[in-house]
Every structure is written in structure tokens, then in C-alpha cells.
């Protein structure tokens, strides 16, 4: 496919990257050769293609979801765009495509940079705040009551804005065209997303905003093959694309939001939105085994997990045991592992806003020490370990994409936003085309352990691991299992020497057992995909005291996981990405 054709005009003196990009062509799908629109949206509609697997020696970019979404992320590498600009871009479109379900323009985002210029790498976090005004956050009602105070102050907007001025080289608005195109032109409705509305009808059809998008003439909700069209929410990427996040924050969307939620029963002010600040900050490390593994850092729990649990792995020394996809005996404590993340986070001990040393609880300072992890592995060997996973505990929710990208320069993106809510809530509240999640509905524990109006931690773990100072391999991970997903990939990539795509094809576990039953007892169980392990194997488990259960993806939430990586190789760079959804991954 020749590459897009490309007007540059290159300033000098920006500090820390090269000039911005002023004009060009070939970005949105309105420009790109019939037969190959026509190809992309082909692909758009179809899920488990197989083994999505690329190799390239300059540029990638790859998605959990959205064909045409990561092609247009690619055309940005193409024509000198930076990976802040092809991730950005991909993710916009990769909303639209969903038509705001798992995740939203009302989301979060979380994004961690290798600049090459400088050889660091950064965090930004762009979560949820917590509203100001609602103080007693444990009377937040749950997802089977619509309410206006389930809705979070939003961060993607305000995180995109600042990814792009700190690492951007296209114009702001550039990076609008493709999510713009799909929204004013349309797309079909594949199957998937046809079940999703028809699962959701009684929530899309509730208030006037969700009728205006999702119902046809003739009454019925969009069906597959229908063209979905989104004039709405086009205009309002309009006007963002125009006006920058101020518009989201302070501007006309900001005044509509405050009064959409308002009137559903939410106490979310304008002061919220105005006050809203995405955070940068140094990436948390974890040192294991020769390389280092950067992550999203405080509060971000799922930053904290993952180098929580990549200690816990080193000071257990289970690198030389048997592999835990072979050997039920050494699976035993990975499975552990990522139980006892879990256990602390849910602890009513532990303190995410609260890093002070004298703290009477469990800090995250003190969690991402080596020093823990020594203790954690003893405390995985006591017999009765098991009763602090459950103390505590709440189920978690939420679906996401996730987004990595590598460009000329060798400046790598490794990204992850979301609605953080099941697929549009349950609320059905849309302003101007953006969904607004339900977000509070289910974490009603932790809003009330952070101050009102401050950040809520949330369980992403993007990341970049460096070798020898060095980019070696950047990851992204969804799912209810994400954690456990990660934290098994990169075993396999780092202590296995796997290529991502030997990485995915392993047998993994899942996350505990969700949905089904008593919560607490359920948790206790360990989630498997039918098929990918033997009888012996699991019955191998139930002795060693770790109970099983067998499940596809749609019988158990638990099992969801998904996961993209991009790898340094000898030749250039090698990437693959899970199967299971319709993501791809491309390079030049």
C-alpha cells in the first residue's frame, strides 16, 4: 500500500521533540483508496480472525479492537506523526467505533511514553476524580438503579490533550479526522455490536439523548447490518477538534454534562470539570531479572500490583521452577500471586491516598518494596493465607482498549482507556452523542477510602520494559483478568524468551470467579478456559488446595483477558495481539 502522500513543514526549536507537523493528507478514511476503506471496514466486522501477528523494522501499531481505527493510527506514523499521535487517534476512532459502550469520551485514559530523545520514560494518568459534592460515596446507588450518581469527572479528554502537547507532532485536529469520518459517515453494525445494543436496549432507550442515537424509524434499535451514524457526537468532536479539551471542561459540553447528570439525580458541579487535571508523573519500576518494567504509578493500584507481583515472582525464584503452564505445582503460587494484589487492594487496611509514613495501615510505598515482597512470599507459604484474600473484597467491572504504538523515532506509546463500567452502564445517559459511564456504580468502597474531588485509583497496567537502558517491550492488557494476563505475558517474554505471539498462544490462567453466586466464595475459585488444560492438570490444583473452574469466555467473566505487545527485535520490531476481538496490528 503506498504511503500516504505528506506535506511537511517542520519548525525548529521545540523543545524535547522534533517540529510539529503543520499539514497532512491521508489520515482520515475520506482519503484512502476505495478498495482499501473498503477492506478495513470488512475487517471491522470480523472477530476471531485468527492470529493477528506483525513484524516491521520502523514503525507499528497495534489495538485490541477497531481495524480501521489502527489503520488510521498507522497512516498518522506514516506521515511523520508520533506514537502519542497514532495512539491518540486510534483510540478516538476506536470510541466511535464502539459507539461509546466499553469505552467513552466521558472515560479515562492511561498512558505510558518512551521518549527516545531523551531515553526516559513517563506516566500519565488521566482516571476518574471522584465528585466533589458527594459525600457519602457508600449511598451511591449500584447498576441496577439509574442514577446521575454513578457518573465520575471524566479524564480522557483532558489526558489526550496533554499526551499530544507533550509529545505530539500533528496538529491537534488532524488526530480528530478518522474518529470524525466514522461518526458523521457511519458504519455498519456488525453482530457484535448489534447484540451489545439489543442487550441494552431498555438502558440506550430511556432518556430522549439515547433514543435520538440508537433508535430507528420504525422503532426498533439498531440491528446488524444497519448504518450507524453519529451527527451528534461528530459535532461535538468538531468543536473539540477546534477548541481543544477546554471545551469538555469548561465550555458548552461541560454546562450540558453538569445539567444531563444533574436532572438524572448527580451531584457533579461545573466546578468538578474546571478543576479536572490529567497527572504526570515518573513511571513505578520494578527491577526483575535484568530488565525494568515501567508501569503507571501512584495511586494507579494496577501499576502497583504488577510491580508487586514481578517482585513477589523474583524473591520466590520461581523463574527456576517449572513453567507454570506445565506444571500445576508452579502454577500454584503464580495463581497466588495475583490473589494476594488483589487481597491488599481490597484490604479495608490498605491506604491509596494516604503515603505517610507513620500511616496506621498498609501504604503503596510499602507494597512495591522489595522488603514486601520477601514478607508476601511467606505469607503465600502459611496455610491459612487464603482468608485475607476475601476480607474486603468487591467484584470488579469495566471494560476498555488497549493501544501500542512505535514510530520512526523510535518513541514508543503503550496505552489503555475506558469506560470503566459495564457496556454503557445502565443510566443511558448521552450529552451531545458522548456516553457517560456509570462508573461509580460499583466502586463505592473505594471512593470512600479517597478525599472528594481527587483521583480514583483504577487497576490499568500499561507498560514499557527496558533492557540495558533500552526499550525491549511495550505491553497493553484488558479484561477482568488483565492483571493475571500481564502478569503472565511478560513471564513468558521475559523469563521464557517467547516472541508475543509465542506469548499468547500459551495456556494461561484466568481472573478469580466472578458473577456467579456468593461473591466471596466464588473468589476463592480459579478461573480456566475449557480445553486449555487437562483434567490432570486442574484435579493436580484441587489437592494442592487451589479449586478450579472451567469456563468459556462467555460462561465467566473471569476468563476475559486480552493482550497486545510489541517487541524489540534483532531486525526491527515484532507484535501480535489476542485473537479473540478484532483487533490487529500493522507496520512498516
Not at 447 to 472: E, Q
Not at 493 to 503: T, W
Not at 515 to 526: I, M, N, S, T
Given at each position: 500500500?503506498?504511503?500516504?502522500?505528506?506535506?511537511?513543514?517542520?519548525?525548529?526549536?521545540?523543545?524535547g521533540?522534533?517540529?510539529?507537523?503543520?499539514?497532512?493528507?491521508?489520515?482520515?478514511?475520506?482519503?484512502?483508496?476505495?478498495?482499501?476503506?473498503?477492506?478495513?471496514?470488512?475487517?471491522?466486522?470480523?472477530?476471531?480472525?485468527?492470529?493477528?501477528?506483525?513484524?516491521?523494522?520502523?514503525?507499528?501499531?497495534?489495538?485490541?479492537?477497531?481495524?480501521?481505527?489502527?489503520?488510521?493510527?498507522?497512516?498518522?506514523l506514516?506521515?511523520?506523526?508520533?506514537?502519542?499521535?497514532?495512539?491518540?487517534?486510534?483510540?478516538?476512532?476506536?470510541?466511535?467505533?464502539?459507539?461509546?459502550?466499553?469505552?467513552?469520551?466521558?472515560?479515562?485514559?492511561?498512558?505510558?511514553?518512551?521518549?527516545?530523545?531523551?531515553?526516559?520514560?513517563h506516566?500519565?494518568?488521566?482516571?476518574?476524580?471522584?465528585?466533589?459534592d458527594?459525600?457519602?460515596?457508600?449511598?451511591?446507588?449500584?447498576?441496577?438503579?439509574?442514577?446521575?450518581?454513578?457518573?465520575?469527572?471524566?479524564?480522557?479528554?483532558?489526558?489526550?490533550?496533554?499526551?499530544?502537547?507533550?509529545?505530539?507532532?500533528?496538529?491537534?485536529a488532524?488526530?480528530?479526522?478518522?474518529?470524525?469520518?466514522?461518526?458523521?459517515?457511519?458504519?455498519?453494525?456488525?453482530?457484535?455490536?448489534?447484540?451489545?445494543?439489543?442487550?441494552?436496549?431498555?438502558?440506550?432507550?430511556?432518556?430522549?439523548?439515547?433514543?435520538?442515537?440508537f433508535?430507528?424509524?420504525?422503532?426498533?434499535?439498531?440491528?446488524?447490518?444497519?448504518?450507524?451514524?453519529?451527527?451528534?457526537?461528530?459535532?461535538?468532536?468538531?468543536?473539540?477538534?477546534q477548541?481543544?479539551?477546554?471545551?469538555?471542561?469548561?465550555?458548552?459540553?461541560?454546562?450540558?454534562?453538569?445539567?444531563?447528570?444533574?436532572?438524572?439525580?448527580?451531584?457533579?458541579?461545573?466546578d468538578?470539570?474546571?478543576r479536572?487535571?490529567?497527572?504526570?508523573?515518573?513511571?513505578?519500576?520494578?527491577?526483575?531479572?535484568?530488565h525494568?518494567?515501567?508501569?503507571?504509578?501512584?495511586?494507579?493500584?494496577?501499576?502497583?500490583?504488577?510491580?508487586?507481583?514481578?517482585?513477589?515472582?523474583?524473591?520466590?525464584?520461581?523463574?527456576?521452577?517449572?513453567?507454570?503452564?506445565?506444571?500445576?505445582?508452579?502454577?500454584?503460587?503464580?495463581?497466588?500471586?495475583?490473589?494476594?494484589?488483589?487481597?491488599?487492594?481490597?484490604?479495608?487496611?490498605?491506604?491509596?491516598?494516604?503515603?505517610r509514613?507513620?500511616?496506621?495501615?498498609?501504604?503503596?510505598?510499602?507494597?512495591?518494596?522489595?522488603?514486601?515482597?520477601?514478607?508476601?512470599w511467606?505469607?503465600?507459604?502459611?496455610?491459612?493465607?487464603?482468608?485475607?484474600?476475601?476480607?474486603?473484597?468487591?467484584?470488579?467491572?469495566?471494560?476498555?482498549?488497549g493501544v501500542?504504538?512505535?514510530?520512526?523515532?523510535?518513541?514508543?506509546?503503550?496505552?489503555?482507556?475506558?469506560?470503566?463500567?459495564?457496556?454503557?452502564?445502565?443510566?443511558?445517559?448521552?450529552?451531545?452523542?458522548?456516553?457517560?459511564?456509570?462508573?461509580?456504580?460499583?466502586?463505592?468502597?473505594?471512593?470512600?477510602?479517597?478525599?472528594?474531588?481527587?483521583?480514583?485509583?483504577?487497576?490499568?497496567?500499561?507498560?514499557?520494559?527496558?533492557?540495558?537502558?533500552?526499550?525491549?517491550?511495550?505491553?497493553?492488557?484488558?479484561?477482568?483478568?488483565l492483571?493475571?494476563?500481564?502478569?503472565?505475558?511478560?513471564?513468558?517474554?521475559?523469563?521464557?524468551?517467547?516472541?508475543?505471539?509465542?506469548?499468547?498462544?500459551?495456556?494461561?490462567?484466568?481472573?478469580?470467579?466472578?458473577g456467579?453466586g456468593?461473591?466471596?466464595?466464588?473468589?476463592?475459585?480459579q478461573?480456566?478456559?475449557?480445553?486449555?488444560?487437562?483434567?490432570?492438570?486442574?484435579?493436580?490444583?484441587?489437592?494442592?488446595?487451589?479449586?478450579?473452574?472451567?469456563?468459556?469466555?462467555?460462561?465467566?467473566?473471569?476468563?476475559?483477558?486480552?493482550?497486545?505487545?510489541?517487541?524489540?527485535?534483532?531486525?526491527?520490531?515484532?507484535?501480535?495481539?489476542?485473537?479473540?476481538?478484532?483487533?490487529?496490528?500493522?507496520?512498516?
Amino acid at each position: 500500500m503506498a504511503a500516504a502522500s505528506v506535506l511537511v513543514a517542520c519548525v525548529a526549536g521545540c523543545a524535547g521533540r522534533a517540529g510539529p507537523i503543520t499539514a497532512a493528507r491521508g489520515i482520515s478514511p475520506r482519503d484512502w483508496p476505495a478498495d482499501v476503506l473498503a477492506r478495513y471496514r470488512l475487517q471491522n466486522r470480523t472477530y476471531h480472525a485468527g492470529d493477528p501477528e506483525a513484524t516491521s523494522r520502523h514503525i507499528m501499531i497495534g489495538g485490541t479492537t477497531g481495524p480501521i481505527a489502527i489503520h488510521a493510527g498507522l497512516e498518522v506514523l506514516r506521515a511523520g506523526g508520533s506514537a502519542a499521535d497514532a495512539a491518540l487517534t486510534t483510540s478516538l476512532a476506536q470510541i466511535v467505533l464502539s459507539g461509546g459502550s466499553w469505552n467513552s469520551f466521558a472515560g479515562i485514559l492511561y498512558l505510558v511514553y518512551y521518549d527516545a530523545r531523551s531515553g526516559e520514560v513517563h506516566a500519565l494518568n488521566a482516571g476518574y476524580n471522584t465528585v466533589l459534592d458527594d459525600k457519602d460515596p457508600l449511598s451511591i446507588p449500584g447498576a441496577e438503579n439509574a442514577s446521575g450518581r454513578t457518573a465520575l469527572v471524566p479524564g480522557f479528554m483532558a489526558g489526550a490533550e496533554a499526551a499530544h502537547r507533550r509529545f505530539g507532532r500533528l496538529p491537534w485536529a488532524s488526530l480528530f479526522e478518522p474518529a470524525i469520518f466514522l461518526a458523521r459517515e457511519g458504519f455498519e453494525v456488525d453482530a457484535v455490536l448489534g447484540l451489545m445494543i439489543e442487550q441494552k436496549r431498555k438502558v440506550l432507550r430511556r432518556l430522549p439523548e439515547g433514543r435520538a442515537i440508537f433508535v430507528r424509524p420504525d422503532q426498533r434499535v439498531l440491528q446488524p447490518g444497519d448504518l450507524f451514524v453519529q451527527p451528534a457526537l461528530a459535532d461535538t468532536l468538531e468543536q473539540v477538534a477546534q477548541h481543544g479539551a477546554a471545551y469538555f471542561y469548561t465550555g458548552p459540553w461541560a454546562a450540558r454534562m453538569v445539567e444531563l447528570v444533574r436532572r438524572e439525580g448527580g451531584r457533579i458541579t461545573g466546578d468538578d470539570l474546571r478543576r479536572y487535571e490529567p497527572t504526570w508523573s515518573a513511571p513505578l519500576r520494578a527491577e526483575y531479572r535484568g530488565h525494568q518494567v515501567c508501569t503507571i504509578g501512584f495511586p494507579e493500584v494496577g501499576g502497583i500490583q504488577l510491580v508487586e507481583a514481578l517482585n513477589l515472582l523474583e524473591a520466590a525464584e520461581l523463574h527456576a521452577r517449572p513453567r507454570y503452564y506445565e506444571s500445576a505445582d508452579s502454577m500454584l503460587w503464580y495463581i497466588r500471586a495475583t490473589r494476594l494484589g488483589y487481597a491488599l487492594t481490597y484490604s479495608p487496611r490498605y491506604l491509596p491516598a494516604d503515603n505517610r509514613p507513620d500511616a496506621v495501615g498498609i501504604t503503596a510505598d510499602e507494597r512495591v518494596t522489595k522488603a514486601a515482597a520477601a514478607r508476601n512470599w511467606e505469607r503465600l507459604q502459611s496455610p491459612d493465607w487464603m482468608s485475607a484474600v476475601i476480607a474486603g473484597f468487591s467484584e470488579a467491572n469495566g471494560h476498555s482498549d488497549g493501544v501500542v504504538a512505535v514510530d520512526e523515532a523510535g518513541n514508543i506509546a503503550a496505552l489503555v482507556h475506558s469506560s470503566n463500567a459495564l457496556i454503557w452502564g445502565s443510566t443511558g445517559i448521552f450529552v451531545d452523542g458522548v456516553s457517560i459511564p456509570d462508573s461509580a456504580s460499583f466502586q463505592q468502597q473505594m471512593i470512600s477510602r479517597v478525599p472528594p474531588g481527587s483521583r480514583l485509583p483504577n487497576i490499568t497496567n500499561p507498560c514499557i520494559v527496558l533492557k540495558d537502558g533500552k526499550p525491549a517491550l511495550a505491553a497493553s492488557g484488558i479484561g477482568s483478568a488483565l492483571h493475571e494476563c500481564m502478569l503472565q505475558n511478560l513471564v513468558n517474554c521475559l523469563d521464557y524468551g517467547m516472541s508475543p505471539r509465542q506469548a499468547l498462544d500459551t495456556p494461561k490462567f484466568g481472573g478469580p470467579v466472578f458473577g456467579r453466586g456468593d461473591v466471596a466464595a466464588e473468589f476463592l475459585k480459579q478461573s480456566f478456559r475449557r480445553e486449555e488444560f487437562p483434567e490432570s492438570f486442574l484435579k493436580r490444583l484441587e489437592e494442592l488446595g487451589q479449586p478450579a473452574a472451567e469456563a468459556s469466555t462467555s460462561e465467566q467473566p473471569g476468563t476475559v483477558y486480552y493482550w497486545l505487545g510489541i517487541q524489540r527485535t534483532p531486525a526491527g520490531w515484532s507484535g501480535a495481539v489476542s485473537s479473540e476481538l478484532n483487533g490487529i496490528i500493522e507496520g512498516d
